[in-house]
């Protein structure tokens, strides 16, 4: 029986554990495995194998019964994902239904969320920049949160290793607050993103509308056709999962990878209820796993582990793996752990028309989705009365009108013979909001989820400088459109509860202090060094960029750092 | 289960109670499984004429061919709101009373001249307020219908699905605008 026990242990017993197959877990596994190490990344929710169960990709409109809608009773069963700009017929099946796992809303929060094998690398938006030493030294500058414990030099070389492998289309636009990477050819701005952009240099000179990066193969190389990807086809139909692999997805990219070195174990359903902790050895010794179909619980061991279960669910775990050395949750010696989140800011959005460059539309579509205007606000020097600032989409596109007004011949020819609108220019913004204390989760004392875990009680909201910040890029926006010549200006305030924006952060922050911070500049726990965060949870602040990029390049050198230490036997 | 036979099932149980109603037990169900709607074939033909009137067949296929009448039913009774589904019920029963008062006849009876100026009517506003509101879902769907329809997407206005292409800059042609 001892045997049968010892030897079910070992077959329980891999080089690395790895907590999540999202767009950080995918690379921690694929550098794990690259490295040869037998690795087991565990999915709580169920597979999703590249074009195998991608089951709309290649749908025409009039495939789906509803031409994309979604009905109105899971509408009403589901507020929260229903308010999510991709969960339509077409993508549905890729997020959580509000009622399959419920949440403590102690303040208005949307908590979007996609478990299943790649979770949300396959419905993001791909947008990738990196940071700069601007975000970076932005908390110790600006004296909020904690200082970060790496500055860009850090992590650059790490950006050039994930985007070589991701395939990140962009310009070299020499722009200090928004470093160059290694990119595949940028999607060109057209002609009204790039005259915008000229008179945004002629009236300010600081502000500026680049390419957006985007994690788009517009000219594939051969580590791209070595992960059997192809040339992004202009479909942006991505959340639907991409046939060509054309953009960067866990499914399409790093988890294959990782599986044709041998070394990866997958396993779905497992939904991870704890880190275990072994008082006496002083470190983690594996995770404890509920089957999420039988409820059934199993141990799985590893010498370390990575945390990459997506920024909220991995302050979960951790705040539930208590011990007697933890009583208050993994390396929580400080009772910051669940502290500080944070988010972006995304309720405005400001539209106009514009009656110039009738002589040119586009053709085919933009997977990059147009323009990118990087943080100009507070950027050298503290500018305003609100402490940072925000990035911001732009795009300008001519639709087709059809004038519905009649009935019979009439209508029947105006719909087939559209014309050509005018140029229509939007923007939304994207605003760095400020971790607080009271900005925080926590386990539910009395209500438990299907698989006997504590809900997680979530209380964010918005302050007095996201308010400034929003009104700040109204006005801002309005005057930079009016110099522009551009008409018909609405403006709007949205007013969403955080977490639509989907770039929830922090909670298990990073920083030099083990007083005052959870990880390290390796994002190790402080307080249990074989433990590692690099998703969405280790995030200090959360400048404006989009986040997805800096997670991987994070991952990317925590691996390193991990089998460095594994090799040292420091760990 | 056939869903029909099933209903048929409970009249028999109930003796007849008003489980359905009556215009619908006179002259049965639509021809498509609707979860919340109560339409009557009657009403099914009804809207077939109208769809017909709104996007006629001409040397290319009308609505009532595209089945746009069915595609409005499916989209209401699956993705509007209980409210819009009355709205949408009340309006074509009040269209249903006019129609009979206006024309001494129903709208399917009619003359194509008759639907035709009764349409003309409606679509110019001029007709109550449920009438309208039951019209505009109508009209909304058709013409949602038509331009997401396999003909119009595969033939008239052909829809890209892999356009392998982004041009920036490119120049307004006629051709352009399809």
Redesign the interface.
Same mark, same amino acid.
């Given at each position: 029986m001892a045997n049968l026990n010892t030897e079910s242990k070992k077959q329980r017993t891999y080089d690395a554990i790895v907590i999540g197959s999202g767009i950080s877990g995918g690379w921690a596994a694929k550098e794990f495995t690259e490295k040869g190490l037998k690795t087991l990344v565990l999915e709580r929710g169920r597979d999703v194998k590249h074009n195998i169960d991608y089951p709309t990709t /290649?749908k025409? +409109?009039?495939e789906f019964? *509803?031409?994309g809608? $979604? +009905? *109105?009773?899971i509408r009403e069963k589901n507020p929260v994902v229903s308010r999510c700009y991709a969960f339509r017929e077409d993508a549905m099946h890729f997020f959580v239904k509000d009622e399959e796992q419920p949440y403590v809303q102690e303040k208005p929060f949307d908590w979007i969320r996609g478990q299943q094998v790649g979770g949300k690398s396959l419905l993001w938006a791909r947008q990738t920049q990196r940071w700069s030493d601007f975000d970076f030294e932005g908390p110790a500058r600006d004296g909020f949160a904690v200082d970060w414990p790496i500055r860009y030099k850090d992590l650059a070389p790490w950006y050039s290793h994930v985007e070589k492998f991701a395939g990140i289309s962009g310009n070299t636009d020499g722009l200090p607050e928004l470093p160059d990477g290694d990119f595949l050819p940028a999607? +060109?701005? /057209?002609?009204v993103? /790039?005259y915008f952009s000229q008179s945004l240099r002629k009236n300010y000179g600081n502000r500026h509308v680049i390419s957006a990066r985007c994690a788009h193969l517009s000219k594939p190389n051969q580590i791209h056709f070595d992960q059997g990807r192809a040339q992004c =086809? /202009?479909?942006t #139909?991505c959340q639907r999962g991409c046939p060509f692999g054309g953009y960067f997805s866990s499914n399409a990219s790093t988890l294959p990878w990782a599986e044709r070195t041998g070394n990866l174990t997958l396993l779905p359903h497992s939904v991870v209820e704890s880190v275990l902790y072994d008082e006496q050895a002083g470190k983690a010794t594996g995770v404890r796993v509920i089957n999420a179909q039988t409820k059934e619980a199993t141990e799985y061991y590893a010498p370390v582990i990575f945390v990459n279960a997506s920024a909220f669910n991995t302050n979960q775990i951790l705040l539930n793996s208590t011990s007697s050395r933890f009583p208050n949750g993994l390396g929580n010696d400080n009772g910051l752990l669940g502290k500080y989140v944070a988010f972006h800011n995304y309720r405005a959005r400001i539209r106009a028309e514009y009656e110039g460059l =009738?002589? !040119? @539309? @586009?053709?085919?579509?933009?997977?990059a989705g147009g323009g990118y205007i990087p943080r100009f606000r507070n950027l050298h020097r503290q500018e305003t009365d609100f402490l940072r600032g925000y990035a911001a989409g732009f795009n300008a596109q001519r639709g087709?009108v059809?004038d @519905?007004s009649? !009935?019979? $011949?009439e209508?029947?020819k105006q #719909?087939?013979n +559209?014309?050509?609108g005018n140029w229509e220019v939007q923007s939304h913004m994207m605003g760095e909001t400020i971790p607080k204390e009271e900005s925080q989760l926590s386990l539910s004392k009395d209500q438990k989820d299907a698989w006997g875990i504590p809900l997680l009680n979530i209380s964010i909201g918005y302050d007095d400088n996201d308010e400034k910040m929003v009104a700040d890029y109204l006005t801002q926006m309005e005057e930079m459109f009016t110099k522009a010549g551009f008409t018909n200006i609405h403006k709007s305030d949205s007013k969403q509860a955080p977490g639509l924006d989907i770039h929830e952060m922090g909670g298990v922050r990073m920083g030099n202090d083990p007083k005052t911070s959870l990880l390290n500049k390796y994002n190790q726990l402080h307080a249990c060094p074989n433990v590692y965060v690099t998703d969405g949870a280790c995030m200090t602040s959360t400048s404006t960029q989009n986040p997805s990029l800096t997670y991987m390049a994070l991952t990317a050198r925590a691996v390193d750092h991990a089998v460095g230490e594994l090799k040292k036997q420091n760990i | 289960m056939d869903r029909r036979s099933a209903v048929k099932g409970i009249l028999i149980l109930t003796g007849g109670l008003i489980v359905v109603p009556s215009c619908v037990m006179e002259d049965g169900r639509a021809s498509i499984p609707l979860r919340h709607l109560e339409v009557s074939q009657t009403q099914e033909k009804l809207l077939a004429e109208v769809v017909e009137v709104l996007l006629p067949a001409t040397e290319t296929p009308g609505a009532k061919d595209l089945g746009l009448h069915l595609f409005t039913l499916d989209m209401v009774d699956d993705c509007y709101s209980p409210k819009e589904q009355k709205d949408f019920m009340r309006g074509m029963e009040v269209f249903q009373k006019i129609t009979k008062k206006q024309l001494g006849n129903s709208f399917q009876e009619a003359t194509p001249e008759q639907r035709q100026r009764l349409i003309a009517e409606v679509n110019a506003g001029k007709a109550p307020e449920e009438v309208l509101a039951f019209y505009s879902i109508l009209k909304k769907q058709t013409i949602k219908g038509y331009l997401n329809s396999e003909l119009v997407m595969t033939k008239l206005r052909k829809y890209e699905l892999v356009p392998s292409r982004y041009v920036a800059v490119h120049p307004v042609t006629t051709a352009s605008i399809s």
């Open positions: /290649n025409m +409109p009039y019964e *509803h031409r809608e $979604v +009905p *109105h009773e999607y +060109p701005l /057209n002609s993103e /790039n =086809q /202009n479909r #139909l =009738q002589e !040119f @539309t @586009t053709d085919g579509r933009n997977p087709l059809e @519905t009649g !009935f019979g $011949v209508l029947k #719909l087939l +559209p014309r050509l | -």
